[in-house]
């Protein structure tokens, strides 16, 4: 999920080393028919000698020729992936949980599981952002990946975010606090951190086990591949699939720009630790 490549366009080194490889193959495993010697027999083996001199002296071309083509099919593959989360943009965004400004149109949408390391990071870069200001709309899917602790977690995720979307938000910072994963008794102490028991929510929890049942049959229909997997809108029309957790890199691909959104503008990457909290908005 890095960097993109350089489209359809291949470099001289690249066909050569392609050339190479298959003549190389070619030569080596194709048995020799027996024939009457010929004029052409010489210019053929000097020919191969040749092919295989370019493959011993630049060993460079044939790894750059195979790492571009991994790297155009990865990149085909995350571009159809980000195509089809566009095209169900609005189902996500009902079964989702929303933070943010949520009527920005700057949209970042996530599949995760609750107790994963990197989707923990992740959830910490929300936080930062939302609390930075960030003109950015975020919406999550929990899904239960790690087995029955994180759905139980993302169970109760959707039963705080039923009470309130802002005591869900400072639960997920509560919860996540830490940076590993989270067992009972750290749920119990980040619930009563935003006011409530779990005796409170357990009523909500089945309706949570359907919608976390429901986001993993949406991410198994994406064919999603890893969590978490997270998506950037910026304008409509446009979704990209990141491969960055960080709040900094995050930021940097949103528009900063106030006309582009329609409304505040978005704090900058090197002001978001010093930028003063906005409450969030409801679903």
Known sequence: MEGK?????????????????????????CPKKEKAPSLDSGLDERIRSGVLDII????QLLMDAMGEGIA???????????????????????????????????????FFDPMC????EFQNSMIKLIKSGTNVKFAVLPVGVLGEDSVLLGKVYYAVYAKSPEKALAFIESVTSNGEATDKDAIEK????????????EPLLSEGDKK???????AEGLEVPVVPAIFISTAPNK?????????VQLAA???TSSAASGSDAVTTPEKIDAAEPDKNGKK
Do not use: W
């Open 190 to 201: 980040a619930l009563k951190v935003v006011g409530l028991s779990f005796k409170e929510i």
């Open 56 to 59: 011993r002296q630049n060993p």
């Open 253 to 255: 691909k949103l528009d």
């Open 212 to 218: 976390i049942a429901s986001n993993g049959v949406m």
């Open 239 to 247: 979704m990209e699939m990141v491969q960055t957790t960080d709040a």
């Open 117 to 120: 390391k990197h989707c923990i």
């Open 72 to 110: 155009k099919k990865r990149e085909d593959a995350v571009n159809q992936l980000a195509a089809k989360v566009l095209t169900q943009k609005n189902d996500i965004i009902n079964k989702a949980l929303c933070f943010g400004k949520t009527d920005s149109k700057q949209l970042v949408i996530c």
């Open 5 to 29: 490549g350089s489209g359809n366009c291949c470099k001289f080194g690249t066909i050569v080393s392609i050339l190479a490889l298959l003549v190389a193959i070619a030569a080596y495993f």
